[in-house]
């Protein structure tokens, strides 16, 4: 895919994914659905790390597969002047540069937003890191795990006796993704819409979760109270669980309005608590959470997943099977919309990968290839956007700068 190709409501915006892992080039990920032409830049020894990260088919990444989608892949040795130089002339030619180097790194690589933008002042510059700018842990390293955990999510996560709970995916890093992701189209709105510069936008890995995660903080601020794991439930509604259906699978269930929850009671054949105080009224409903769950419980261990879920469906109750990876491919659902399309792919043949999201009505996103070769298109955008000719990208491959 080149540039010229892209179509989309971003096609003529170029973006030059230099970050690594997983929540800088997420964002590049949403917008190269979406039309922009997206330039991944890799250290020529490997790599991105995630070209490794997680299950591999053959050898082939399969997260970078879907992560890498619709980029195209050079390769610059960024420790190397010759390298960063290549990366200076392709982010002179962009409206969006992602970094998540160092703070120090980039500083002493010329590569921080003053001297990036000094060459190009529309740029935007996204940089991710694991603290943010400014503060004592500003240069220290950091991973979505730690993200998970400061931001207090692992600390809700997981039973009342139990310990604190990570999440077996890239929590914090989709998080701080998607928030850098419409920060982009703000930044690129103040400069377009408006008449604006470019300017450096600051993301970290805990402070878009621990923005979901608000409530504790409120709670402590002005109560003085320490929130605590509670397993399925949640204190703002009830009933509110996970329970187990009679051959052995599980379904979830929300009462978090007091309609619905009036009527799974009168689903499960207790139209009498819908009167008692105890349950009718909902900051006493979760005074006795405990006693709805045992209802709830106990009704679902008699029946079948596909018997229960048949009598909720019927009573508008909101309920849903929790699933795993088949049964998210078999959905009835998912499968009207082709949630998980089959992508062709030169390494595996072909893979179902997430469509994009959300759906558009006039401009659709478009996966047009998975995640490429390392530097594949190495040739392609250093003749296209540096006018650099064969001579030049053997006298850099010699010197081990591609």
Same mark, same amino acid.
């Given at each position: 895919?080149?540039?010229?190709?892209?179509?989309?409501?971003?096609?003529?915006?170029?973006?030059?994914?230099?970050?690594?892992?997983?929540?800088?080039?997420?964002?590049?990920?949403?917008?190269?659905?979406?039309?922009?032409?997206?330039?991944?830049?890799?250290?020529?020894?490997?790599?991105?790390?995630?070209?490794?990260?997680?299950?591999?088919?053959?050898?082939?990444?399969?997260?970078?597969?879907?992560?890498?989608?619709?980029?195209?892949?050079?390769?610059?040795?960024?420790?190397?002047?010759?390298?960063?130089?290549?990366?200076? &002339?392709?982010?002179?030619?962009?409206?969006?540069?992602?970094?998540?180097?160092?703070?120090?790194?980039?500083?002493?690589?010329?590569?921080?937003?003053?001297?990036?933008?000094? @060459?190009?002042?529309?740029?935007?510059?996204?940089?991710?890191? &694991?603290?943010?700018?400014?503060?004592?842990?500003?240069?220290?390293?950091?991973?979505?795990?730690?993200?998970?955990?400061?931001?207090?999510?692992?600390?809700?996560?997981?039973?009342?006796?139990?310990?604190?709970?990570?999440?077996?995916?890239?929590?914090?890093?989709?998080?701080?993704?998607?928030?850098?992701?419409?920060?982009?189209?703000?930044?690129?709105?103040?400069?377009?819409? @408006?008449?604006?510069?470019?300017?450096?936008?600051?993301?970290?890995?805990?402070?878009?979760?621990?923005?979901?995660?608000?409530?504790?903080?409120?709670?402590?601020?002005?109560?003085?109270?320490?929130?605590?794991?509670?397993?399925?439930?949640?204190?703002?509604?009830?009933?509110?669980?996970?329970?187990?259906?009679?051959? &052995?699978?599980?379904?979830?269930?929300?009462?978090?309005?007091?309609?619905?929850?009036?009527?799974?009671?009168?689903?499960? &054949?207790?139209? $009498?608590?819908?009167?008692?105080?105890?349950?009718?009224?909902?900051?006493?409903?979760?005074?006795?959470?405990?006693?709805?769950?045992?209802?709830?419980?106990?009704?679902?261990?008699?029946?079948?997943?596909?018997?229960?879920?048949?009598?909720?469906?019927?009573?508008?109750?909101?309920?849903?099977?929790?699933?795993?990876?088949?049964?998210?491919?078999?959905?009835?659902?998912?499968?009207?919309?082709?949630?998980?399309?089959?992508?062709?792919? $030169?390494?595996?043949?072909?893979?179902?990968?997430?469509?994009?999201?959300?759906?558009?009505?006039?401009?659709?996103?478009?996966?047009?290839?998975?995640?490429?070769?390392?530097?594949?298109?190495?040739?392609?955008?250093?003749?296209?956007?540096?006018?650099?000719?064969?001579? @030049?990208?053997?006298?850099?491959?010699?010197?081990?700068?591609?």
């Amino acid at each position: 895919m080149t540039g010229a190709a892209s179509t989309g409501p971003l096609a003529g915006l170029r973006v030059v994914d230099a970050a690594t892992l997983a929540a800088g080039p997420l964002i590049a990920t949403w917008l190269g659905e979406h039309g922009a032409d997206v330039i991944k830049v890799e250290q020529p020894d490997g790599g991105d790390p995630l070209r490794q990260w997680g299950a591999q088919r053959d050898g082939v990444g399969l997260m970078w597969k879907s992560v890498s989608r619709n980029k195209r892949s050079v390769t610059a040795n960024l420790r190397l002047e010759a390298g960063r130089d290549l990366l200076r &002339g392709l982010v002179d030619t962009a409206d969006v540069v992602v970094l998540n180097l160092r703070p120090s790194t980039l500083e002493r690589w010329g590569l921080d937003h003053a001297s990036l933008s000094a @060459r190009n002042p529309g740029l935007v510059t996204v940089h991710v890191t &694991g603290y943010g700018a400014g503060g004592p842990k500003s240069d220290r390293p950091g991973f979505g795990t730690l993200g998970e955990a400061m931001s207090g999510f692992a600390h809700l996560t997981g039973h009342p006796d139990g310990p604190p709970t990570l999440p077996s995916f890239m929590l914090a890093d989709g998080v701080a993704a998607l928030t850098a992701t419409w920060a982009v189209m703000m930044a690129l709105y103040h400069r377009d819409a @408006r008449g604006g510069s470019g300017q450096l936008i600051d993301i970290n890995l805990i402070e878009p979760l621990a923005r979901l995660i608000e409530q504790p903080v409120l709670t402590y601020d002005q109560l003085g109270a320490v929130p605590n794991r509670t397993g399925n439930r949640w204190d703002i509604s009830a009933p509110r669980n996970t329970y187990r259906t009679a051959d &052995g699978h599980w379904l979830a269930m929300s009462g978090s309005a007091p309609t619905i929850a009036m009527r799974a009671l009168r689903a499960v &054949g207790r139209p $009498d608590l819908t009167s008692d105080p105890r349950f009718a009224e909902a900051q006493q409903r979760l005074k006795h959470a405990g006693e709805i769950d045992e209802v709830m419980a106990d009704w679902i261990a008699g029946r079948t997943l596909e018997e229960a879920m048949a009598v909720f469906e019927e009573a508008d109750v909101a309920a849903a099977p929790v699933y795993d990876a088949p049964q998210l491919l078999a959905d009835p659902q998912l499968v009207a919309r082709d949630t998980y399309p089959r992508v062709a792919d $030169d390494d595996l043949g072909e893979m179902r990968v997430q469509a994009p999201v959300p759906r558009f009505s006039a401009t659709p996103g478009r996966i047009t290839h998975l995640g490429p070769s390392l530097g594949a298109h190495t040739d392609e955008v250093y003749r296209e956007l540096l006018g650099l000719d064969d001579a @030049r990208l053997a006298e850099l491959r010699a010197q081990e700068v591609l």
